[in-house]
């Protein structure tokens, strides 16, 4: 007989389930909240989707163990091979991220759409679930409007709760959690970093190469290089982004975090410091160009003490040339937070992974229930990663639930 598979939530995990359990015969309904289905995937890589990394492996991975077992049922190579198979001509830019050749998310919603049509499978939006009901066999799925759902099987797809606009607000953990699930503490990852500083306004916008350690009681415990963009509230960029997971989580424990920005990476302090010796006629700030980003150098002086920004180098004083030298390769900035989910690529923590099979995706604790994507305790770095965790686990849980 052909399963009846209910999957909540139209987002990257729960179409790709979708497709292969309807590719296997099971009878698919997807119901989602939204009016329409895959509204975050439109939203990836700033609008291209960075839909894999050719380089995924579980290394990437918070639980590697776990992530090794579905990866090498669904890996990138397949990723890109089915979305070739769609229709998605593919290139691998720098680091392995891997673009559609249309450089256009819509374009993977649209072939997702084609074969979700192609294969008559049952798509429902504006069907926000809000209860799970196990039966002696299968399920009651209710929705918001009262009405019930039988389903042999069901896969929750729901998402975390980054970007919650998308319609991923966490409400999957709650559904999860009514059935005896479990989930660790959630927090933002992938996400900007709010800083205590008062020169905030002077930097607003200024964009610079370089590298950022972060700091938990003045350890270095992450390292990052790439650029580094300072803002209204505090900081952002690529290497930020990657820094910000370990940073929320430390800071939910309560222990001081701070960045450090290395301004200067091409040069030694000596060399730097030989510069001031050979400008001592200069002003401070004049002799500072040219080594830094001009928009840098006035909250650099006040944070290094020296109020008059055109005195001769001559004219400082030994103490205030160490601190502006030590601050041109260490500038130290106390993080205070992040700016949450709504700003947030992905969700850390989720529902627990010894709650769930490996091989499968199928809870253990409740028969023909199966988990994908986000809404679980697993998380990937910045650069495609995250949509192959997507594609893997919808993948594994479609053929393992459509199996009868
Ligand atoms: C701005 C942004 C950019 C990103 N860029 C990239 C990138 O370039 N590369 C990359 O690898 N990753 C990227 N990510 C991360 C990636 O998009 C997610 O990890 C991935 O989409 C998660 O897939 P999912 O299926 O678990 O959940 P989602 O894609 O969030 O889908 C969940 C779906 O479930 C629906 N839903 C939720 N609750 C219910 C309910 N109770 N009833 C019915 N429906 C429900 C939601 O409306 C949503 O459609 C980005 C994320 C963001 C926010």
């Not at 397949?78 to 691998?92: P, R, V, Y």
């Not at 430390?250 to 001031?276: D, N, S, Y």
């Not at 150098?297 to 103490?319: E, F, H, M, R, Y």
Request: aromatic share 6%; net charge neutral; glycine share 10%.
């Amino acid at each position: 007989m052909n399963e009846s598979i209910v999957i909540i939530g139209g987002g990257a995990s729960g179409l790709m389930a979708a497709i292969i359990a309807a590719r296997n015969h099971g009878q698919v309904t997807i119901l989602e909240r939204n009016n329409r289905i895959g509204k975050k995937i439109l939203a990836t890589g700033n609008g291209r989707c960075n839909f894999t990394n050719a380089f995924a492996s579980s290394i990437h991975y918070n639980h590697p163990d776990f992530v090794d077992s579905v990866l090498k049922q669904h890996s990138a190579i397949d990723t890109i091979s089915f979305f070739e198979s769609l229709g998605i001509a593919h290139k691998i830019e720098e680091e392995g991220k891997t673009y559609p050749l249309s450089d256009q998310a819509s374009s993977m919603v649209d072939v997702l759409l084609y074969e979700v049509t192609r294969l008559k499978i049952d798509v429902r939006t504006e069907a926000k679930v809000v209860q799970i009901k196990k039966e002696k066999v299968g399920f009651t799925v209710i929705l918001h409007d009262g009405q019930k759902i039988y389903a042999s099987k069901v896969i929750v797809s729901t998402g975390g709760k980054a970007m919650p606009s998308s319609g991923s607000d966490g409400s999957g953990y709650a559904l999860l959690q009514s059935l005896g699930h479990h989930s660790t503490t959630i927090f933002p990852a992938l996400t900007k970093l709010t800083l205590d500083c008062p020169y905030l306004k002077h930097l607003d916008g200024v964009k610079i190469p370089g590298t950022v350690q972060l700091l938990s009681t003045n350890q270095v415990v992450q390292e990052e290089s790439g650029d580094i963009l300072f803002t209204s509230y505090g900081i952002s960029g690529p290497p930020i982004l990657e820094l910000s997971r370990r940073a929320n989580e430390l800071l939910l424990l309560g222990t001081k975090v701070e960045i450090k920005v290395i301004l200067v990476t091409h040069l030694t302090k000596e060399e730097v410091a030989l510069r001031f010796e050979q400008s001592l006629d200069k002003p401070i700030d004049f002799s500072l160009v040219g080594l830094i980003n001009k928009r840098l150098i006035s909250p650099l002086l006040k944070d290094s003490g020296i109020a008059n920004q055109t005195a001769k180098v001559s004219t400082l004083s030994k103490a205030q040339l160490f601190t502006l030298l030590s601050k041109l390769f260490d500038w130290r900035f106390v993080v205070t937070g992040s700016k949450g989910f709504e700003d947030a690529q992905v969700t850390a923590g989720g529902i627990m992974m010894s709650e769930v099979n490996k091989d499968t995706l199928e809870s253990l604790l409740v028969k023909g229930l199966y988990i994908t994507g986000e809404v679980l305790d697993i998380d990937g770095l910045c650069g495609g990663y995250n949509l192959q965790w997507a594609w893997s686990s919808g993948y594994v849980a479609g053929l393992h639930a459509s199996k009868g």
